[in-house]
């Protein structure tokens, strides 16, 4: 397995980049993970855990997870064999629009497998060597000096998720596999954060509802998803007020009780602590069409 390689870094003008299998451990993997790029994450060897939205998943060779932006996830590899995969970043400007052929665009895969709640496509054998080509195919050029190395990156990248698309098209209505490594009481955790997010939720209550003891149900919750409580309900919240920012005309005010935000400057302060902008600013960028 050749070193990892951050090929590509992105930039404004060329929102992309690639990580080209890169060998983690639990102590180099990002704690607290959200950012507005799809991601696409390919296993080549290793295990592990991997927290998608609200769902566990095991890692292992052959495994592709494809995460839609601003969406929390957490990637926890094995510390006796650690994963080793290749990360590849993407602004959803640098895909073609959808064209005549309303059936199918390149990103309703992702819209598929949130609503699915299924981040996980394992591949067969032949599959799993298209793609480790096609990955390849990436380095190569993202790494040349060849007339046009981006756009042949970029059109690489169409055709992994035209053929990650048709390799589910048949089973678009099968339930997601989950993976059994948190506690009972954790999934039911995060179903009821999930469904309760304008409510205080403060840790004595929901150790209560878990009927553990709140520096036990503070300690797993950490160690099973890799993120704190509070980092965690701030990061869920933010997602939800950008959700309802970009998609109504609600007021600010009214989007940060419906987020179970206490007051707007602690609205503001946290919007602009995971966003760089005001929540006003945010929606003015999306009214106009900006990413």
């Known amino acids: 397995m050749n070193k990892s390689t951050k090929v590509l870094g992105h930039d404004a003008l060329f929102p992309f980049a690639f990580l080209f299998q890169d060998t983690k451990s639990p102590q180099n993997e990002l704690s607290d993970h959200m950012h507005d790029f799809y991601e696409i994450v390919y296993v080549y060897s290793g295990k592990g855990t991997f927290f998608i939205g609200d769902v566990f998943y095991d890692m292992q060779q052959g495994d592709v997870f494809l995460i839609p932006n601003n969406t929390i996830h957490r990637a926890m590899p094995d510390r006796g064999d650690p ?16 064209m005549m052929d309303d059936s199918f665009s390149y990103l309703h895969l992702f819209d598929l497998l949130k609503k699915r709640k299924k981040y996980k496509i394992s591949l067969s054998k032949i599959e799993q060597s298209r793609l480790e080509e096609q990955l390849l195919n990436i380095q190569r050029e993202a790494t040349s000096d ?18 990650l698309h048709r390799a589910i098209a048949d089973d678009e209505q099968a339930p997601y596999i989950g993976h059994t490594y948190s506690p009972e009481w954790i999934q039911a955790i995060l179903i009821h954060i999930h469904d309760h997010l304008s409510e205080p939720l403060t840790l004595s209550t929901l150790a209560g509802k878990a009927s553990v003891s709140p520096s036990h149900f503070s300690r797993v919750f950490k160690e099973t ?3 704190g409580l509070v980092v965690y309900l701030n ?7 950008k959700e309802l920012l970009s998609g109504t005309d609600l007021t600010v005010s009214s ?15 946290t919007f602009k602590k995971y966003n760089d902008k005001t929540p006003a600013v945010f929606r003015k960028g999306k009214s106009n069409g900006l990413r």
Not at 83 to 98: E, G, N
Request: overall charge positive.
């Open 225 to 227: 998803t890799g993120i």
């Open 255 to 269: 989007i940060a009780e419906m987020c179970g935000f206490e007051s707007m400057p602690q609205f503001y302060r």
């Open 235 to 241: 990061m869920k919240r933010i997602i939800k007020a």
């Open 146 to 163: 060849a007339l046009g190395s981006r756009h042949a990156c970029i059109l690489t990248v169409h055709q992994i998720l035209l053929d």
């Open 83 to 98: 994963v080793t995969s290749t990360i590849t970043f993407f602004s959803p400007a640098l895909l073609y629009k959808d």
